[in-house]
């Protein structure tokens, strides 16, 4: 049997690193924030390019405090692609604001600049973009949309951890980047785990506040609304001991997509967009039967997973969100299937893919 994904099978290749990291906590004196924290921190904002970063709790957390950051709250709107997972859009609800749920790109299957460009209102005050399974979204057009309107800019990074686009970092474009550690993340802990990038340094202390209580300095007084939202130190531990072979992890992400781009053929499959910048957090195909598709794989011993279905606008949460027609993100919901492809479990996956396929075209 090949999982769609199996984390622990990471944390078993890496186990010595993961082991020794969670030593040095259990043996240290910080158990919360101190220097597992902050040496991750500092870590994770290298490898970004980034001149700050703040461990939160969770993906969730990240986009929702880096909006609060940002001074985006009740009566704004936050417009958001309609295909991603919950928690994107959850993390507008979360600083008081309404998510806008917009179209995405067909062909990039992130937003669509111009759906969002359509989508702005008097009351816009920030764009979402995801970067979803790992592919950039068209940051050049979003950005330039974001600077013609005032619109603030969080990119949604849980899924492109170490991409970048025409050799820019992703992370760098917005005001700032939220990310997600969650376990089968391209760079994920044993538990949940988040945090914001940026090159801003009173939005990163804004930040540290409001994961802290509110606390802002040595005196620990609440300067105003904050949260227990801390990156937990033995996450943060883990993690360091995992992002020195991150690169590597994408690498052979970028391998498995190649092979399974060499070796797929059948009538009706749609292949992911090809970008030399992305890091395949999913490689997710498109067919028009996808659940019989996803039926026989799974008897074949390949197990897949649907990421997303139905579109955040069918959600009971979100049903008044859509700003518009959502025809891309219905045709994609109906017909998305993610493929294995962490490297821990994928290796020999795009031949069983394939041999699988020629079964089902017969
Ligand atoms: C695109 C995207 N945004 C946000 C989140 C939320 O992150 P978390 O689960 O850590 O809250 C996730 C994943 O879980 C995600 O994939």
Do not use: W
Not at 24 to 31: I, M, N, R, T, W
Not at 111 to 134: Q, S, W, Y
Request: one cysteine or more; glycine letters at 12%.
């Amino acid at each position: 049997m090949i999982p769609q994904a199996a984390p622990a099978r990471r944390i078993a290749r890496f186990r010595r690193q993961v082991d020794e990291a969670v030593a040095a906590v259990l043996g240290g004196e910080a158990y919360v924030l101190g220097a597992p924290v902050e040496g991750f921190e500092a870590a994770f904002a290298r490898f970004c390019g980034a001149g700050h970063c703040v461990g939160v709790a969770s993906g969730t957390d990240a986009i929702a405090l880096a909006l609060r950051a940002l001074g985006i709250g009740p009566g704004d709107e936050v417009i958001v692609p309609a295909l991603t997972f919950a928690g994107t859009a959850q993390a507008v609800l979360h600083c008081g604001a309404q998510p806008r749920l917009v179209d995405v790109d067909p062909r990039s299957r992130c937003i669509d600049p111009a759906a969002a460009e359509a989508a702005i209102t008097p009351r816009t005050a920030a764009i979402v973009p995801v970067h979803l399974f790992g592919h950039p979204a068209d940051m050049p057009a979003l950005t330039a949309l974001a600077g013609r309107h005032g619109l603030a800019v969080v990119e949604d990074c849980a899924q492109s951890h170490g991409a970048s686009l025409g050799g820019r970092p992703l992370g760098s474009f917005g005001n700032a980047a939220a990310t997600s550690f969650y376990p089968t993340k391209n760079l994920g802990g044993v538990g949940d785990g988040g945090a914001v990038t940026t090159d801003d340094p009173a939005l990163a202390a804004r930040l540290r506040a409001l994961r802290y209580y509110g606390f802002a300095g040595p005196e620990r007084l609440s300067l105003g609304i904050g949260f227990n939202s801390r990156l937990d130190a033995l996450q943060a531990a883990i993690l360091g001991a995992l992002l020195p072979h991150l690169a590597d992890g994408n690498a052979e992400r970028r391998a498995i997509a190649a092979d399974y781009r060499a070796r797929l053929d059948l009538d009706g499959l749609g292949l992911p967009p090809e970008g030399e910048g992305s890091v395949y957090h999913q490689f997710a195909v498109t067919h028009p039967r996808r659940d019989a598709l996803a039926a026989h794989l799974a008897a074949a011993g390949i197990g897949t997973a649907v990421h997303y279905a139905p579109g955040l606008h069918r959600h009971p949460a979100f049903l008044e969100a859509a700003a518009g027609p959502l025809p891309v993100t219905e045709a994609l919901s109906a017909s998305l299937l993610s493929l294995p492809i962490q490297p821990e479990v994928a290796a020999g996956a795009p031949e069983a893919v394939a041999r699988a396929l020629a079964g089902f075209a017969s």
